[in-house]
């Protein structure tokens, strides 16, 4: 199953996108690119998924590169409330209990 | 509203006791799973089920122990044969097993 890689840290500015990036250069044709975010001493939260083609909901868009090896989660507004640790999946198609959790990346929000 | 619900939310265990930590779905999903998650680590899985009177190991099973008697409920039971025991443990379901995870708030265990 692929791993994938994020920076340990980030920091944003409030009001401004936060770009967090994912490299998953391992990734094979079946498997998605997932996204959670963990708020401090909670449970992970869904936050979009996408295999091929550029996704977009209500709370992020996610841009996956053409021969898909990386990723970027865009939230395109950044409030204090987004601070959390972000996290990058590759999840085969057919098995969640193949998911990988790495580290992700910290993002802080600041005023 | 659906969701997940644990509990407790906070547990303090002596060594030597099991304890049983409770999970509970409305969202009519068919897979729940336990990870556990440590300091500094990424969470990981100890069992999962996929229906009801069937559950598999995850990757850390040992000195755990499951149930499935309805698809609702998913407890999981630390036992003394754990040993390293505290940690926050999560619960998470989905409708299928390709779907989103909705994960539930938690449980911190504290073996003293």
């Known amino acids: 199953d692929a791993k994938t890689t994020q920076p340990p840290s980030m920091d944003c500015a409030e009001g401004r996108a936060a770009n967090l990036p994912c490299n998953h250069s391992t990734i094979s044709g079946n498997e998605y690119v997932y996204w959670y975010r963990q708020i401090h001493s909670q449970g992970p939260q869904y936050i979009i998924h996408g295999l091929k083609n550029n996704e977009t909901n209500e709370m992020a868009s996610l841009i996956i590169t053409e021969d898909r090896k990386s990723s970027t989660l865009i939230l395109p507004h950044a409030t204090l409330r987004d601070t959390a640790v972000y996290y990058c999946i590759v999840l085969n198609a057919g098995n969640n209990r193949k998911l990988i959790w790495g580290l992700g990346t910290s993002l802080a929000v600041n005023p | 509203d659906g969701g997940i619900t644990q509990s407790p939310k906070y547990l303090f265990r002596k060594e030597g006791q099991n304890v049983t930590l409770s999970c509970e779905q409305n969202?009519?999903?068919?897979?729940m799973y336990w990870y556990r998650q440590d300091p500094g680590q990424g969470l990981r899985l100890i069992y999962y089920s996929q229906i009801v009177n069937d559950f598999q190991k995850g990757d850390i099973a040992e000195g755990y122990s499951v149930s499935r008697e309805k698809k609702e409920s998913f407890p999981l039971t630390v036992t003394s044969a754990q040993k390293n025991p505290t940690a926050f443990y999560l619960c998470?379901?989905?409708?299928?097993?390709?779907?989103?995870?909705?994960f539930g708030e938690g449980s911190r265990l504290t073996v003293l």
């Open positions: 998470a379901s989905t409708k299928t097993r390709t779907g989103e995870l909705f």
């Open positions: 969202l009519n999903h068919d897979a």
